[in-house]
């Protein structure tokens, strides 16, 4: 059986505009490098149902959940991953997907 591919879902709320850039301008390559691709980064969204009102919502595709897991220990990420805790709140999940 082929394994799922994993998705990485990320809810950020920038606080600080000016040095989340940083981050911006930085972990695409960290997502490249390790076999990531955007799906979502960024864009409007819509509620359809509920009260959810998100952020700035990101969805990443990997292979894999291990491909997922391993880009969010990345020595590349690690160490730009501060930066994006000094300029916005997020919270991270990774979804199993088919």
């Known amino acids: 059986m ?4 994993g998705y990485v879902l990320v ?5 600080d505009e000016a040095v989340f850039a940083e981050f911006r ?4 390559a960290t997502v490249e ?11 409007a969204t819509e509620v359809a149902d509920g009260d959810w009102t998100p ?3 990101v969805v990443i595709e990997f292979d894999s959940v291990e ?6 220990s990345s020595p590349e990420y ?3 991953r501060e930066i994006r805790a000094r300029s916005a709140s997020a919270s991270v999940i990774i979804a199993e997907g088919v």
């Open 25 to 28: 301008e930085r972990v695409g």
């Open 67 to 72: 491909q997922a897991r391993a880009w969010l």
């Open 11 to 15: 809810n950020d709320d920038i606080t």
């Open 78 to 80: 690690t160490e730009i």
């Open 2 to 5: 082929l394994p799922m591919a």
């Open 55 to 57: 952020g700035r919502l």
């Open 33 to 43: 490098a390790n076999g990531g691709r955007y799906l979502v980064r960024g864009g």
